[in-house]
Nanobody
Framework: QAQLVESGGGLVQTGSSLRLSCELS????????VGWFRQTPRSARDFVAS????????EYDDSVKDRFFISIDNANNMLYLMMNTLKPEDTATYYC???????????????WGQGTQVTVTS
């Protein structure tokens, strides 16, 4: 099972940028997709963005489209989330995850990091 470690969270003002990083140690070669989710104390863990291990296919939740950008350095087992124009509603704990997307687009998220906190003040 992959071990995922996030970093890069912090306290920033509205309109700022942050880049989250995730070390994908012990990546399972069966996993072909990685992504980011976020969660607040009052919400479920929500999808933010995903990218194929090859880096050729990425997807975003509408709430972050055109502000957040996901990228992968698969040679070094690193995943990134560049977050621009941050808003208070982006405040959450951000989790890195890896999984498997089947031929019919069913995704099983199998490994999770411990999370990194992002707080955006108004």
């Amino acid at each position: 099972q992959a071990q995922l470690v996030e970093s890069g969270g912090g306290l920033v003002q509205t309109g700022s940028s942050l880049r989250l990083s995730c070390e994908l140690s012990g990546h399972d070669i069966a996993d072909n997709i990685v992504g980011w989710f976020r969660q607040t104390p009052r919400s479920a863990r929500d999808f933010v963005a995903s990218i194929s291990w090859s880096g050729t296919r990425s997807e975003y939740d509408d709430s972050v489209k055109d502000r957040f950008f996901i990228s992968i350095d698969n040679a070094n087992n690193m995943l990134y989330l560049m977050m621009n124009t941050l808003k208070p509603e982006d405040t959450a704990t951000y989790y890195c995850t890896s999984g498997y997307r089947s031929y019919n687009d069913q995704i099983s998220w199998r490994s999770w990091g411990q999370g990194t906190q992002v707080t955006v003040t108004s």
